[in-house]
């Protein structure tokens, strides 16, 4: 398996731009996290879905985040418009629910706004 | 609520001394624990785990302890190396539900 992918691995856009971030799970993996990650604050929940579903989506800063997750295999973290605040690297991770497994993250999105 | 506690960094070693970074949480019930290791510029990566008390989790030289009586999951390495060198994340998933809950990381850095 080719774990969990990342697209794009950076992003410089300028403020007042729309970002899109994608993510490809592991093939059979029910469950899906979006983190963001800064100095300031380490590691941050976003949103996660299982079974494509959204079930906690309280991490989420404001209404200019949104993500979604059409089928098994793919998934979007959009920002519009875009911050320099926003400026973080953005990881997304995937596991199962049972046996309770750590997760497996991809190499990360580093998203810098200007 | 649940949360987790580590030792704040950055952690700075010769290479072969002995390493512990602690760890402490606070949940309901019998959490599963684990550590991460992200290297620079690289996402994190699942070190080892332990899903109950007294559970020992090792990988790669690195050991950890699952003390339900102290709550702690503390993170050891008899004689680290350059190579060593990256962040440290402590975890919890609860009992009951599935986000992982992070510390906030320790920096280590091994000089040769």
């Known amino acids: 398996d080719a774990g969990v992918i990342q697209s794009p691995r950076h992003e410089v856009t300028e403020m007042g731009q729309e970002v899109t971030l994608r993510c490809k799970p592991i093939?059979?993996?029910?469950?899906l996290f979006w983190y963001r990650q800064t100095m300031m604050r380490g590691l941050e929940l976003l949103i996660y879905?299982?079974?494509?579903?959204?079930?906690?989506d309280s991490g989420m800063p404001e209404d200019r985040f949104s993500a979604k997750m059409p089928n098994a295999s793919f998934s979007t973290l959009k920002i519009q418009p875009s911050e320099p605040r926003d400026s973080a690297v953005y990881f997304c991770?995937?596991?199962?629910?049972?046996?309770?497994?750590?997760?497996?993250f991809g190499s990360g999105t580093r998203l810098t706004v200007v | 609520g649940n949360s987790v506690t580590q030792m704040e960094g950055p952690v700075t070693l010769s290479e072969e001394a002995f390493l512990t970074i602690n760890c402490t949480y606070t949940?309901?019930?019998?959490?599963?624990l684990f550590w991460y290791v992200q290297y620079p510029g690289e996402g994190l990566q699942l070190l080892l785990k332990?899903?109950?008390?007294?559970d020992k989790g090792s990988n790669k030289g690195f050991e950890a302890t699952y003390r339900k009586e102290t709550t702690s999951f503390h993170l050891e390495k008899g004689s680290v190396q350059v190579s060593d060198s990256a962040v440290y994340f402590c975890?919890?998933?609860?009992?009951?539900?599935?986000?992982?809950?992070f510390g906030k990381g320790t920096t280590l850095s091994v000089s040769s």
């Open positions: 991770a995937s596991t199962v629910d049972s046996p309770p497994n750590g997760y497996t």
């Open positions: 093939s059979g993996h029910d469950y």
């Open positions: 879905f299982n079974n494509n579903v959204p079930i906690d």
């Open positions: 949940a309901t019930g019998y959490p599963s």
């Open positions: 332990a899903t109950k008390a007294d």
């Open positions: 975890a919890l998933r609860p009992q009951a539900g599935t986000a992982l809950i």
